[in-house]
Structure formats: structure tokens, C-alpha cells
């Protein structure tokens, strides 16, 4: 192994877990109990894989899935899921507060008030910030891991180009609809943080453009377009499918309306139909090679 290939390989998962630590971290402050440090417990798979993949395989990932990006996402979305819920039990309490303590800080001294300033932009943006860096960090990750048998940079360039448009969209999704959830519908909390870490399985797995692209044509449609087959099976089940289910649950259900919600709903829809249509071509182009004459090129 390379020195370049192992300090990528130590960098990266290094890098995940100290993430994941500041995120319990973050879990414990606001909880306000010691024993949520045993969500530490979670880094234990990533730090036992990291020995197994030196050892074995010499630091390189694997082709059609990451164990390490697997196992760095087991470590965090617990400590997300906690804060996330906490967020929303307390938000109209947290308003309260917020209200008051500016209130009380018009006849406090201008450092109060910074003080006082700084804490609730925290209080606000922790959340958020900390979905922004876990979604670079996936990006930038993907990227120092050393590539795995059968994966070429190619592959690994198209496979980032798609990790920034699925981060984008999943960030998006989370922010803005969790935004729209008023205080009472806590089972739609539960919906959308789970349809958001199901959907962030896309970025372990990557076999839409990792399979391997056979010359000889199969007997399957499988066999012959595998690839944008997954690729379909991501949109409609993985990504696009499920924010388009949330969306419509939170504007039919919920009577929650408004420009950008509509928008993204629209733009899921608009994918879903383009998938299932590109999917009947698919079908229909393989119907037509299977069914046409094998001994029309020899006459």
C-alpha cells in the first residue's frame, strides 16, 4: 500500500468520526444527560473496519459498495434523529424564549446582548449545519477514499457529480419540508426523517455506475441495461418516489401550501413520469431487438 493510499484511507475515516463525535457532543448538550455519550458505542464498526480494509485490502474501498460510508452514517443519524426531534417537541417553546430573552436583552449591556445573539443563532443553525458538513464530508470522502478493484476515475468523477446533486436535492427535502411540519404532526417527523435516511443509502451504494458494461447482449432486459435500470430503481424508490409521497402528505393532509413546496413537488413528479417513461422505452427498444429477424443482416 501506498503512504498517499493509507493516510487517505486513516484521514477520511479520522474525518468521519470526529463528525460524529461533535454530533453526540452536540446530542449531549442539548439533552442535558451523560448518558447519550454512549452513542459512541456506533464508532466501534467504523474503527473495526477500518483495521479489517488496512489489513486486507490494503486501504481500498469497494466497487459497488462503501462499508465505510455505511458505517459513518450507522454512526451519525442517531445523534441527527435525537437533535431533529428535540427541534421540533420544542420549537414553540423555543420561540417563547426567544421572545423573551429579547425582550429582557433591550435593557441589557451590549455584550449580553451579543451573548444572547450568538446562542440562538446556534440553537438554530446547529441542525442545519451539521446536514451541510455530513453531506460534504460524504462528497469529500467518497473522493480520498482510495478506489477500489474495478472502479476507474472516471467512474469515481461521474459518481461525485451525482453525490452533489443528490446532496443538494436531500438537503433541500429535509430543510424545507421539515420546516412545514407544525408542531402537533410528530408522526410526519418520523415520515420525513425516515424517508431522508433511506434516502441517504444512495450514497453507500453506487452501482449505478459502477456495473459492469458487458459487449454481449444477454437474454434480459436486466442483463442488457442493468445500469439505467438502477439508475430508474434509485429515482422511483430511493429518491425522487419518496419526497414526491412526503410532499403530496404534507400539502393534501396537512393543507400546508406555499410557491416552493409546490415547486418541489412538481419537479419530483416531473422526474418520477420521465423514469417511468424512459423505463417503457427500455422495455419497448428490447421487445424490438428480440423480436427482429436474426437473418436480416445476412441477406
Keep these: 500500500m501506498s503512504p498517499f493510499s493509507f493516510l487517505s484511507a486513516i484521514i477520511t475515516r479520522a474525518l468521519f468520526i470526529l463528525l460524529s463525535l461533535v454530533a453526540v457532543w452536540r446530542v449531549i448538550w442539548v439533552k442535558k444527560h451523560p448518558y447519550y455519550w454512549l452513542l459512541t458505542l456506533l464508532f466501534l464498526p467504523l474503527v473495526v473496519e477500518m483495521i479489517i480494509t488496512l489489513r486486507k485490502r490494503k486501504g481500498l474501498d469497494y466497487k459497488w459498495f462503501s462499508p465505510t460510508i455505511f458505517l459513518f452514517l450507522i454512526s451519525i443519524i442517531p445523534s441527527i434523529w435525537i437533535m431533529e426531534l428535540h427541534h421540533q417537541q420544542n420549537r414553540e417553546q423555543d420561540s417563547k424564549v426567544a421572545k423573551l430573552s429579547q425582550r429582557v436583552s433591550q435593557c441589557a449591556s451590549l455584550s449580553q446582548r451579543l451573548r444572547?445573539?450568538?446562542s440562538n443563532f446556534c440553537q438554530d443553525s446547529w441542525i442545519l449545519a451539521l446536514h451541510q458538513i455530513l453531506l460534504i464530508l460524504l462528497i469529500i470522502g467518497k473522493w480520498l477514499l482510495p478506489l477500489g478493484g474495478g472502479i476507474t476515475r472516471d467512474q469515481l468523477s461521474q459518481l461525485l457529480l451525482i453525490f452533489v446533486?443528490?446532496?443538494a436535492d436531500i438537503l433541500?427535502?429535509?430543510?424545507?419540508?421539515?420546516d412545514d411540519v407544525k408542531e402537533s404532526s410528530r408522526e410526519l417527523v418520523y415520515v420525513i426523517l425516515g424517508v431522508w435516511t433511506w434516502s441517504m443509502l444512495q450514497f453507500p451504494c453506487h452501482l449505478c455506475v459502477v456495473f459492469f458494461f458487458s459487449s454481449i447482449q444477454g437474454d434480459s432486459l436486466w442483463s442488457n441495461r442493468s445500469t439505467d435500470l438502477w439508475s430508474i430503481?434509485?429515482?422511483l424508490f430511493i429518491h425522487d418516489g419518496p419526497f414526491l409521497v412526503v410532499r403530496l402528505i404534507v400539502m393534501i393532509h396537512?393543507?400546508?401550501?406555499?410557491?416552493?413546496?409546490?415547486f418541489f413537488a412538481f419537479k419530483n413528479f416531473l422526474v418520477v413520469i420521465l423514469n417511468v417513461y424512459r423505463l417503457y422505452i427500455l422495455y419497448h427498444d428490447f421487445k424490438l431487438s428480440v423480436h427482429s429477424p436474426v437473418?436480416?443482416?445476412?441477406d
Design 254 to 262: 396537512f393543507g400546508t401550501f406555499h410557491q416552493m413546496l409546490v
Design 165 to 167: 446533486g443528490t446532496a
Design 116 to 118: 444572547d445573539v450568538l
Design 295 to 298: 437473418g436480416d443482416s445476412a
Design 172 to 178: 433541500e427535502f429535509n430543510s424545507e419540508t421539515l
Design 233 to 235: 430503481v434509485e429515482i
